[in-house]
């Protein structure tokens, strides 16, 4: 089993930042990609970005250049830094991690931008 932690979200203005953290626990030795989802209301849930223990990482090109996904692996902990908000960011962010042929999920942790 993987436990998956959230934390970071809350309210921002347009333009403005957060970073949220996830920090797995538990059966974390096989770990290799942990990932960053959202679901805004009324959509399906997308990805975001994921990054490998050896630090490569994937963004989703509308993403690129104002999300930055980083990881610390002896804290175990996956970083979304999100900068220049925009309304369009606003959804319930979920840390994923797949290993052990199975997909855990963070509780996630809501982002919300006001204009």
């Known amino acids: 089993q993987v436990h998956l932690v959230e934390s970071g979200g809350g309210l921002v203005q347009a333009g403005g930042s957060l970073r949220l953290s996830c920090t797995a626990s538990g059966s974390i030795f096989r770990i290799n990609t942990m990932g960053w989802y959202r679901q805004a209301p009324g959509k399906q849930r997308e990805l975001v970005a994921t990054?490998?223990?050896?630090?490569?990482?994937n963004l989703v090109d509308s993403m690129k250049g104002r999300f930055t996904i980083s990881r610390d692996n002896a804290e175990n902990t996956v970083y979304l830094q999100m900068n220049s908000l925009s309304t369009e960011a606003t959804a319930v962010y979920y840390c994923?991690?797949?290993?052990?042929?199975?997909?855990?999920w963070g509780q996630g942790t809501q982002v919300t931008v006001s204009e």
């Open positions: 990054i490998t223990r050896g630090g490569r990482t």
């Open positions: 994923h991690v797949p290993t052990y042929g199975k997909n855990y």
